[in-house]
């Protein structure tokens, strides 16, 4: 039984929105941060959003700052992913994942955009928006 899952995904025209959920709640370990990624067909996965659990600080990269928006109800560990004015031809599926590496002091409060800093991963949400 997968871990986390993600929701939300579809199908949406260029311009629109769209916001993914992801849902932690069968998450038996401890975690520290949450990234959200993208993989569209034959180019690598990307990170488009970052937020530590505990302070809920983000972090994004340039090519989405201003369109998405990380958010989340750590109670309920539930987390969002808010994309707003979706370019076309920007099918992809996209993924959360939990970086669950201890840590203490400010370093509560970061997340990364690397890959490499999570360790478990959603089965992924398919976002078609046409070109």
């Known amino acids: 039984q997968r871990q986390l899952v993600e929701s939300g995904g579809g199908l949406v025209h260029p311009g629109g929105a769209l916001r993914l959920s992801c849902d932690a709640s069968?998450?038996?370990?401890?975690?520290?941060?949450i990234g959200w990624f993208r993989q569209a067909p034959g180019k690598e996965r990307e990170g488009v959003g970052c937020i530590s659990r505990w302070g809920g600080v983000t972090d994004a990269p340039e090519s989405v700052k201003g369109r998405f928006t990380i958010s989340g109800d750590n109670a309920r560990n539930l987390w969002y992913l808010q994309m707003n004015s979706l370019e076309p031809g920007g099918t992809a599926v996209y993924y959360c994942?939990?970086?669950?590496?201890?840590?203490?002091?400010?370093?509560?409060?970061?997340?990364?955009?690397?890959?490499?800093?999570?360790?478990?991963w959603g089965a992924g949400t398919q976002v078609t928006v046409p070109s």
């Open positions: 069968r998450f038996t370990l401890n975690y520290y941060a």
């Open positions: 994942a939990v970086d669950s590496t201890p840590r203490s002091g400010s370093y509560l409060y970061t997340c990364g955009l690397g890959r490499v800093k999570y360790d478990t």
